[in-house]
């Protein structure tokens, strides 16, 4: 009885310093990385050395390298899009939007993007980029 | 017997006995180790930036804009040039900041030409942010048509 005891207690002695390192990493972890949105397919967002940060909570507008469009993480076609984008700016002007295209696709494709956005209501973008270190 | 001694407070400090566990440390570690894998597959440590900008206004109200203070730099993928002539962006930089001493209401239309990638276009972007140059305008090529995807 007492020998079953006594092993169990060291058995617990010697994984308290793993528990502590575990729970240090979950604290950090926690603390230091922002929950990612979840992206259907990769962006090689255009590095800049542009400092200003995107605004909270926008509009997440993708666009990859071969024109495929999402808007928060959904696929869509422009027409879609475009309507729902309409909505959305129709129930709250304030919105922002933010645009994270792929720095390969013709910059032409963007501008007649921003167009299209336009006549859909949408005055303001932000278009984001990664930081390069200078 | 036992049971007295155990009750006792003193004779607990005294004893070589711990006072069990309430809570088993396994569930426990189970919890934070799933947490632990949740925060690291979930938290994303990019650093995003973001630039605002104007959407762009169709050509046909850009081409009716008063075309005296407007200048036109067009953006390649290896060069840049503006109103039509070559030049390095360090000339580039220097010819607009004559001319906004000039003509403090200056804008420039950039407009990429025919394929280029963003990429280029945003590194010109950055050098005229530097400059101070804040005022632009984003014009499509009308040349340019989409490929078919």
């Known amino acids: 009885m007492f020998q079953e ?5 060291d058995a617990e002695a010697r994984i308290l310093p793993l528990i502590n390192v575990v729970f ?33 909570q926008p509009l997440r507008l993708l666009m990859g390298d071969s024109g495929q469009l999402a808007l928060d993480g959904i696929i869509m ?24 295209a792929d720095g390969q696709i013709p910059a032409n494709q963007i501008v007649v993007f921003m ?20 | 017997m036992m049971q007295i001694q155990d009750s006792n407070p003193l004779e607990l400090a005294v004893g070589q006995k711990r006072p069990r566990n309430i809570i088993s440390l396994t569930p426990l570690i189970d919890v934070v180790f799933i947490l632990l894998i949740f925060f690291m597959l979930a938290s994303s440590f990019m650093d995003w930036r973001a630039i605002p900008l ?10 009716t804009a008063t075309p005296k203070e407007t200048w036109t730099l067009r953006i390649d993928a290896t060069s840049t040039s503006l109103n039509g002539e070559v030049l390095e962006l360090d000339e580039l930089l220097q010819r607009l900041a004559q001319q906004q001493a000039i003509d403090t209401q200056l804008t420039l239309r950039i407009q ?24 632009l305008n984003f014009v499509r090529d009308v040349e340019w048509v989409a490929k078919p995807r």
């Open chain 1, 5 to 9: 005891h006594h092993r169990r207690d």
């Open chain 1, 24 to 56: 240090l990493l979950l604290i950090f972890f926690m603390v230091l990385g922002s929950l990612s949105a979840t992206e259907p397919f990769t962006v090689g967002v255009p590095d800049s050395a542009n400092q200003a940060e995107p605004p909270p």
């Open chain 1, 77 to 100: 076609t422009e027409a879609e899009l475009l309507q729902e984008i309409r909505a959305r700016v129709s129930d709250n002007p304030a919105v922002r939007l933010q645009l994270k």
């Open chain 1, 115 to 134: 167009e299209t956005l336009r006549e859909v209501g949408v005055e303001k973008l932000f278009l984001v980029t990664q930081p390069v270190e200078s």
């Open chain 2, 54 to 63: 104007d959407t762009s206004k169709p050509p046909a109200t850009v081409s």
């Open chain 2, 112 to 135: 990429p030409v025919g394929d280029t990638p963003l990429q280029p276009v945003v590194t010109v972007l950055d050098k005229l942010n530097a400059g101070g140059f804040t005022r």
